[in-house]
């Protein structure tokens, strides 16, 4: 019985194989035909709001970094089970930093489209887009993200726990102050403030309890949120402050 040659003898084989790399993927991997429903929801939605050109430009480019990545993701899971086809912790590693490049391309892709389609979903956004970094609501998910990116820096750094479960700071307990003290930042009555603080510290209190924190890795993590939040807020000040003055 002849062999199939091993590499494509012309162009229009090139082609073909890549199709069945798309369609075998796409087959065997639920997550990536979530990601195509999706990106034709998106792309059916952008023609019916018949938005600019620039704008179909960044979601194109966006669902198309998310299918790359979903399908480089495959690519590398079939190859590891190749090579080691019994349990290793490398083999582990190598699956979860690239469904963690999946991860990041879907949360990049989700941001794109909430720019891009936000102010023609919801009418009146358009201002708010447009200084998104001057209002306490922008400020506020600014300050999230980066509360977000320190803990992964910090629990990279102490390598203790699990992403979700343990580890030091406590992620939850960061993000919860941040909110809590941009609430208490917006101007909003004494009460929701203190209730918003309340709250949080309530979810801290339950990492707490549940035994996933120590009482040090819940209070880091609240400093942190705190801390974060407050040197936003006080760089957007210096900052209007500055254009104010000149």
Known sequence: MK????????WLE???CAIEGVLWATRSQRHLRWHFLAAMAVLVSAFLLRIHLFELILLTFAITLVLFSELVNTALEAVVDLVS???HPLAKQAKD???GAVLVASIGAVVVGFF???HHLFPGVDSV???LPETPGGIAALSVVLVVIVVVLAKARFNKGTPLHGGLPSGHSAVAFSI?????LAGVHPAIAVLGIMLAGMVSHSRLLLGIHTLKEVVLGAVLGVVVTLVMNSLAWLVGYF???I
Request: cysteine-free; hydrophobic content about 40%.
């Open 3 to 10: 062999k199939p040659p091993i590499k494509p003898a012309n």
């Open 14 to 16: 090139s082609v073909n």
């Open 85 to 87: 086809p019994d349990f």
């Open 97 to 99: 930093v690239a469904a």
């Open 116 to 118: 891009t389609l936000g």
């Open 129 to 131: 887009l447009g200084r």
């Open 180 to 184: 809590a003290t941009s609430v208490a």
């Open 243 to 245: 254009e104010a003055g």
